[in-house]
């Protein structure tokens, strides 16, 4: 069973090689905050959660975001973007840091977190990566983003609005080649964080890496207690 925690003051042998500091953008570029921590899973070291230090704008000084809503800023080297706004953030449920070390209060949070997101413009099935919803690409009748959901005709003519989000909710449904349980239909956040770019990839496959490390002292689960340790890192 997964059990997240954060990396507080762990700091990695190489600096450069840490996404803390780093600025968040949203959007129209919008400065959102410093990327502050990372909520990760003791057991694999993956990513689930940022932490965003806003130095102020927002009254809870601090919000969350998905790992997978992630990607490298394309106008600010070394930091990252996201399609969030302000009003959107000043929705979220208040984030407490004292919330994660609760198994019970963090998935009470995640409950109330996550709503915020599945009554937004795009949601993900369980186990899956396709949008059940089509962006707003899609329901504008963008050509490029229309052909690959299926929703353009050969001859370069849109369907109309409403065969548009039929087939959208069509393919975003279709056989990904996860298996699903039967009866499954959960709207989710999927934290699954791939291809954000080479700072992430590095940062990532560290506290992977050194996810007993980062994890030591935890109470609450055995990844960073004195028995899961490296014997070779034992003092001599």
Request: net charge neutral.
């Amino acid at each position: 069973m997964s059990h997240y925690g954060l990396l507080k003051d762990y700091r990695f042998s190489n600096a450069s090689e840490d996404i803390r500091g780093a600025t968040l953008y949203g959007a129209n570029d919008e400065k959102l905050g410093k990327i502050d921590d990372v909520i990760f899973d003791h057991s694999s070291g993956d990513i689930a959660y940022l932490v965003v230090d806003t130095g102020g704008w927002l009254s809870t000084k601090k919000f969350i975001v998905p790992a997978n809503r992630l990607r490298p800023s394309t106008k600010h080297e070394n930091d990252f973007n996201s399609d969030l706004t302000k009003e959107q953030i000043e929705s979220f449920p208040t984030y407490k840091e004292s919330d994660v070390e609760s198994a019970d209060k963090w998935k009470d949070y995640e409950g109330r977190y996550r709503s915020k997101w599945d009554s937004g413009p795009v949601m993900h099935r369980e186990g899956s990566d396709r949008n059940i919803t089509p962006t707003t690409h899609q329901m504008q009748g963008n050509q490029s983003s229309l052909r690959a959901s299926g929703d353009v005709s050969q001859s370069g003519s849109t369907a109309t609005s409403g065969s548009r989000n039929e087939d959208a909710v069509r393919a975003a449904s279709a056989p990904t080649g996860r298996i699903i349980p039967a009866g499954t239909d959960t709207v989710v956040i999927s934290n699954s964080a791939a291809g954000i770019g080479a700072r992430w990839d590095t940062f990532q496959a560290r506290l992977r890496e050194r996810r007993k490390e980062a994890a030591m002292g935890c109470g609450t689960c055995s990844i960073g207690s004195a028995s899961s340790r490296d014997p070779l890192k034992k003092a001599v």
